[in-house]
Nanobody, 121 residues
Framework: QVQLVGSGGGLVQAGGSLRLSCAASGNIFSISAMGWYRQAPGKQRELVAAITSGGITNYADSVKGRFTISRDNAKNTVYLQMNTLKPEDTGSYYC???????????????WGQGTLVTVSS
């Protein structure tokens, strides 16, 4: 069974930085795209950033120039470097993987557990 395990959240002051990591496990052959979504209290989950296996990236307008997504295909791991954090970046951050081909099954989409990011003003 494929699992995504995220880490790296925490409490930081505005202007600070955090780095999130998410590792996929489960005898995986390939993952088409990996990304991060976030959900603030009372709001819908939204895409923060995504990256394909070929390195093509996509960012929400609100994080462009501040966040950088990267991945290590050999480790099936995706990272999100978050700089110049703002209070509005606060929320639960969820790792996502699409097109996951494993030894036993092909998954259209897999979600990790959320990791909380809190930015104080």
């Amino acid at each position: 069974q494929v699992q995504l395990v995220g880490s790296g959240g925490g409490l930081v002051q505005a202007g600070g930085s955090l780095r999130l990591s998410c590792a996929a496990s489960g005898n995986i052959f390939s993952i088409s795209a990996m990304g991060w979504y976030r959900q603030a209290p009372g709001k819908q989950r939204e895409l923060v950033a995504a990256i394909t296996s070929g390195g093509i990236t996509n960012y929400a307008d609100s994080v462009k120039g501040r966040f950088t997504i990267s991945r290590d295909n050999a480790k099936n791991t995706v990272y999100l470097q978050m700089n110049t954090l703002k209070p509005e970046d606060t929320g639960s951050y969820y790792c996502n993987a699409r097109g996951v081909v494993s030894a036993s099954y092909t998954y259209l989409e897999v979600w990790g557990q959320g990791t909380l990011v809190t930015v104080s003003s």
